[in-house]
């Protein structure tokens, strides 16, 4: 009976979230809290759906849901990264409790700042898979016939091979990459879409890649086929933009919700490179 007016007051208790929004693209940005009652066994993801469903803030103000990216809702796609209490991680498994444990009666939420925002939490990530694209970060085929059983790799390999491939594109390690610097065209006047999407490409061609598609073009150069084009991906490693631009700080391991391991794999990639310039030289 005692620890019954306890318990009530715990489930009513109050906490801020602190949203920084962003009408659209191009537009200054703004702060708005909202308050929430506090509930057990919360994440991010689900303080977004409750502010969604309150549209008002702390100060009684109706406003719009704030726009936010999801979809696994269990750290897989990447799709909900964000800056939360400063550090960038996946809302859907940043807990509510340990948030307010670190910082008690508030939690604060960024877009990820080195894209440009669409709205409020959303970024525009296209420079992040346009260097998937760059560094062909995938192992082509001729056809989608039975080709039969694929060469054979040892479990040394496949262990090796793993943790580079639970990457999820999240874009977690270029958020804290010192080096990857944010690039934000704007639409002219008039330009058609296409035009602008070609230009969007070669300002991200020649920015710098970042550690996942480095990794990714480690991962799948380890591959017994994928050593077929293992040049052409090389190649475009060392291009304008590449891993010679790495200064080796080594917070893409750290924030790398994955824990994978980034540095080895810029340590594979540049022995790799230096091979391969070497190979060149001496072959003409």
Not at 1 to 30: C, H, I, T, W
Not at 38 to 57: G, H
Not at 90 to 105: K, M, T
Not at 111 to 140: G, T, Y
Request: net charge positive.
């Amino acid at each position: 009976m005692n620890q019954q007016p306890s318990f009530q007051a715990e489930m009513k208790r109050q906490f801020a979230v602190r949203v920084l929004r962003q009408d659209r693209p191009g537009l200054p940005s703004y702060w708005q809290t909202f308050s929430l009652e506090y509930e057990s066994q919360m994440n991010v993801t689900s303080v977004l759906q409750r502010i969604a469903a309150l549209s008002q803030t702390a100060s009684g103000q109706r406003v719009a849901p704030v726009a936010y990216d999801a979809n696994c809702l269990e750290e897989v796609c990447g799709s909900c990264t964000m800056l939360i209490n400063g550090r960038v991680r996946q809302a859907c498994s940043a807990l509510v409790d340990r948030l307010l444990a670190e910082r008690p009666g508030e939690i604060e939420l960024q877009p990820m700042s080195k894209f440009p925002v669409i709205r409020d939490l959303v970024v525009d990530r296209r420079r992040l898979f346009r260097a998937l694209e760059k560094l062909q970060c995938w192992i082509p085929v001729d056809g989608y016939y039975d080709a039969g059983p694929g060469p054979r790799q040892s479990q040394e390999q496949q262990q090796r091979a793993y943790p580079l491939s639970e990457c999820m594109s999240c874009g977690c390690c270029l958020e804290a990459c010192p080096q990857y610097a944010k690039v934000e065209l704007e639409k002219q006047p008039g330009e058609a879409p296409e035009h602008f999407s070609a230009r969007q490409d070669v300002a991200f061609d020649n920015a710098f890649i970042g550690a996942h598609s480095m990794s990714q073009v480690v991962l799948i150069n380890s591959h017994p086929t994928g050593q077929m084009a293992a040049g052409k991906r090389i190649d475009s490693l060392i291009a304008a933009g590449g891993i010679q631009n790495c200064g080796k700080a080594a917070n893409c391991q750290a924030v790398c919700p994955k824990e994978i391991p980034l540095m080895t794999s810029w340590a594979r990639a540049g022995r790799a490179a230096t091979l391969h310039v070497v190979k060149k030289f001496f072959d003409g």
